[in-house]
């Protein structure tokens, strides 16, 4: 219903991802038709969207990386490629009747919550105006792209690429390419550019760890049975599990973590050859620090004669290359960034008002931080899907995305029938629940390195849940509202 200019909706989406969907396709499900998804980009799929460079694919296999409800018998691969996630998630999006609430190109850039009427604010760059009971931001840490902080990026004359925002014909064929950044996003494009270019320099700052993915591709036969749903359900709980007990490598002193450090140790051993160059790619910081690699094609690619792996830090970029502390430049047309994602600064491209005009950039000072990464005191009526600590580096997201939804849902019910004007989670619940969090993370592998999971300025480890996936469904299963304060 619009009425001076303004559309009033029951729940506003931001993110068409794969949390914005799974909110869209569960709040119809529970009976809740009024609402719209505000989508920045032209397509629906979020990440999937936005990583179209050559050979994204998703590092976790595909059974678990398609929602409970919505099982998918068709993937091609057990590690599915970008472009056939994107094609799942449109088919989910027709199939569950989303299509027609998703509005493409419109950024959201200002939300602030009346308090007198309990209701949210919304105004898009575009110059839309909305209201709405509820809010939820579902853009995930993995939306805002980081460019290296270099000296000189700017002055550079050739053609400059983001991973997150790739130019979908770019042709690299024929070209001196560099690579910055030697991630998970450039261990999987390496090597197609590698095949492409003339002359390709991947500059790695740290040397991570790598460990052979257990690829293989669907037959006709792995279709069939994907379609008898006991089997699906089977095959998909037995990969729920198998990644699950992958938590256990992250601890120090366990058999998977010896189990993994032996495996990683074999892959480099057996895949490179040259003694200069496995020295090069040897991790300097604990496995499982930064997000584990899973590639059978990064080290090979690293020995191809057309490809040279830059270990000297960077001094500066020139109009035309790269300049290392050596004093060396390397003459270069097309540089690559996979220098990945501003995840520290959530939300940071919107401002966010809730109760007494405090903002959410004013909570946030110290870091993002979030009840079950859901919900932040004063900020009533809103939730956030794969908000802070939430990441996990073991098994699927889609499996957190889920739980967090049905939580969320379970609030704005709870206000629905309860006639209240909002909800929001106590002051002490959120206190006691992230000062469990820090204390187990301080002692953890993750805070003994830089990563996105991590604040520079302070080391709160900001993006990462540290347990197991089922003790953080168990929690939100528990479903308790005694935790949330109602008006
Ligand atoms: P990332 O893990 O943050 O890696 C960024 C890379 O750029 C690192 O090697 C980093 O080096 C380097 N870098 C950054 N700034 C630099 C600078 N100024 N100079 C030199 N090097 C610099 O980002 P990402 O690879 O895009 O991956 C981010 C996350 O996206 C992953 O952890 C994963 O969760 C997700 N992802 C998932 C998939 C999937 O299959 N599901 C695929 C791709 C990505 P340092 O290590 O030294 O900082």
């Given at each position: 219903m619009t009425r001076g200019g303004v559309t009033r909706h029951e729940v506003v989406i931001l993110g068409a991802g794969m949390s914005g969907l799974c909110m869209a396709v569960q709040l119809r499900r529970a009976g809740i038709e009024d609402l719209v998804i505000l989508e920045k980009q032209p397509g629906l799929g979020g990440t999937w969207w936005d990583n179209r460079y050559p050979g994204a694919h998703v590092d976790v296999p595909a059974p678990v990386y398609s929602f409970s409800f919505a099982p998918n018998p068709d993937w091609q691969r057990r590690f599915a490629s970008a472009p056939e996630i994107q094609a799942y998630m449109q088919k989910v999006a027709e199939r569950f009747g989303v299509l027609p609430h998703i509005r493409f190109g419109e950024r959201v850039v200002h939300a602030m919550f009346d308090t007198d009427r309990g209701r949210w604010q919304i105004a898009t760059e575009q110059g839309e105006r909305l209201d709405a009971r509820f809010f939820v931001c579902?853009?995930?840490?993995?939306s805002q792209p980081r460019w290296p902080d270099i000296d000189g990026l700017d002055r550079f004359t050739g053609r400059r690429l983001h991973s997150a925002r790739?130019?979908?014909?770019a042709d690299l064929s024929g070209q001196r390419v560099a690579v910055i950044g030697t991630g998970s996003t450039a261990s999987q494009l390496v090597a197609p550019i590698a095949r492409q270019a003339e002359r390709l320099h991947v500059f790695q700052r740290t040397a991570n760890w790598v460990m052979p993915r257990l690829d293989r591709r669907y037959n006709g036969v792995d279709r069939w049975l994907a379609r008898q749903p006991v089997w699906a359900r089977v095959v998909r709980a037995a990969w729920v599990a198998a990644l699950e007990m992958?938590?256990?490598?992250?601890?120090?002193?366990t058999f998977a973590r010896r189990a993994m450090l032996a495996t990683a140790a074999r892959h480099l051993q057996r895949q490179v050859a040259d003694p200069r160059l496995r020295e090069m790619l040897r991790p300097p910081y604990p496995l499982g620090c930064k997000r584990i690699i899973y590639s059978n094609d990064f080290y090979p690619a690293l020995t191809r004669p057309n490809v040279e792996l830059v270990t000297d830090p960077i001094r500066r970029i020139t109009p035309t290359g790269i300049v290392t502390d050596d004093g060396r430049e390397r003459p270069i047309d097309t540089l690559v960034c996979a220098?990945?994602?501003?995840?520290?600064?959530?939300?940071?491209?919107l401002s966010v008002t809730g109760l007494g005009g405090r903002t959410l950039r004013q909570a946030w000072a110290e870091g993002p931080a979030a009840y079950r990464g859901i919900t932040v005191p004063g900020f009533p009526n809103f939730f956030l899907m794969l908000?802070?600590?939430?990441?996990?580096?073991?098994?699927?997201t889609l499996l957190f995305i889920e739980p967090g939804v049905d939580h969320a849902i379970a609030c704005m019910q709870a206000v629905r029938s309860g006639r209240h004007r909002w909800v929001q989670v106590r002051e002490a619940i959120f206190r006691q629940h992230n000062d469990e969090l820090q204390r187990r993370l301080a002692g953890?592998?993750?805070?003994?390195c830089r990563s996105w999971y991590r604040m520079d300025s302070n080391g709160r480890v900001v993006a990462l849940f540290p347990g197991y996936t089922r003790e953080y469904v168990r929690g939100l299963r528990r479903g308790d509202m005694a935790d949330y304060e109602f008006a």
């Open positions: 579902s853009t995930g840490p993995l790739w130019e979908v014909n992958g938590r256990r490598g992250f601890d120090e002193g220098t990945g994602f501003d995840t520290v600064h959530l939300l940071a491209s908000g802070p600590n939430t990441a996990t580096g073991h098994t699927s953890s592998v993750w805070a003994q």
